[in-house]
């Protein structure tokens, strides 16, 4: 489970986040919705401790990703927005790599490398040095990256952006299959088709705060907006934001 809680953090004299507070469970898919600039990408950054708060406090399955971020850092598989691969590494390579930087034990490596290619079904291009490889294949291999240590935690920061209608509909069978398992998922979308498609649960955030938060279905209730992206405009006009 992820929780935070009344976090707070700014950029000089930009407030980026203002008191944000929800949480994720386990065995649910949890949508972090906002328009471009809205906090999102700063609050997920503060939860895979590349970013301090300022002010709250987020933890991990228990663990504080200030006070023990290696320990919640051990407890998720991140998928940043724009997230590089080394170039002149095959994908099999970078997976590895990560796998090591994870301390998993080096007679488990190749085997959970194996097993993330064939779940990600990448083994067409596995062993090719990443440079060159199309926005879809990036993804996978950057998606296999944060999977490979099996973690009871996944975030991702807008996971189908640029992938082809097939990629798109496999990212959302693993993301389906991340749920079943018990796994708590947390990702961030502009794509209200695939928020209807995955989420139990949605956080909508504008002007750095929590408009909304409630599952699908509530939202719908609250806002009195049977369409999911109508319900997400009349949400973020609640904090001053106007299309």
């Known amino acids: 489970m992820i929780t935070v809680d009344g976090i707070h953090k700014s950029f000089g004299k930009v407030h980026a986040v203002r008191g944000v507070s929800f949480q994720a469970p386990?065995?649910?898919?949890?949508?972090?919705?906002?328009?471009?600039?809205?906090?999102?990408?700063?609050?997920?950054r503060?939860?895979?401790?590349?970013?301090?708060?300022?002010?709250?406090?987020?933890?991990?399955?228990?663990?504080?990703?200030?006070?023990?971020?290696?320990?919640?850092r051990k407890k998720i598989g991140a998928l940043p927005h724009g997230a590089g691969l080394y170039p002149h590494l095959s994908a099999r390579e970078n997976i590895a790599y990560y796998a090591n930087l994870c301390a998993i034990d080096k007679s488990e490596i190749d085997d959970r490398v194996a097993s993330i290619i064939s779940l990600l079904e990448i083994e067409d291009f596995a062993d090719r040095r990443t440079k060159g490889f199309s926005q879809g294949q990036r993804t996978k291999v950057s998606l296999?990256?944060?999977?490979?240590?099996?973690?009871?935690?996944?975030?991702?920061?807008?996971?189908?952006?640029?992938?082809?209608?097939?990629?798109?509909?496999?990212?959302?069978?693993?993301?389906?299959?991340l749920k079943d398992a018990g796994r708590?998922?947390?990702?961030?979308?502009?794509?209200?088709?695939?928020?209807?498609?995955?989420?139990?649960?949605?956080?909508?955030?504008?002007?750095?705060?929590?408009?909304?938060?409630?599952?699908?279905?509530?939202?719908?209730?609250?806002?009195?907006?049977?369409?999911?992206?109508?319900?997400?405009?009349?949400a973020i006009k609640l904090v001053g934001v106007e299309e």
């Not at 709250?56 to 971020?69: E, F, L, P, R, T």
């Not at 082809?164 to 299959?177: E, G, H, P």
């Open 26 to 44: 386990d065995g649910k898919i949890t949508g972090l919705l906002g328009p471009n600039g809205a906090g999102k990408s700063t609050t997920l």
């Open 46 to 72: 503060v939860l895979y401790t590349v970013l301090k708060p300022d002010q709250g406090s987020a933890n991990i399955d228990g663990a504080d990703v200030v006070k023990d971020s290696l320990a919640a």
């Open 144 to 177: 296999a990256r944060a999977l490979v240590h099996d973690p009871q935690n996944v975030i991702l920061d807008e996971p189908s952006n640029g992938l082809d209608v097939m990629a798109t509909r496999s990212l959302r069978r693993l993301i389906l299959k």
């Open 184 to 234: 708590c998922v947390l990702f961030s979308s502009h794509v209200m088709q695939e928020v209807a498609a995955l989420c139990d649960d949605i956080c909508i955030i504008a002007n750095g705060q929590v408009a909304i938060d409630d599952s699908v279905a509530g939202i719908r209730e609250r806002t009195g907006e049977e369409d999911l992206e109508e319900a997400f405009v009349t």
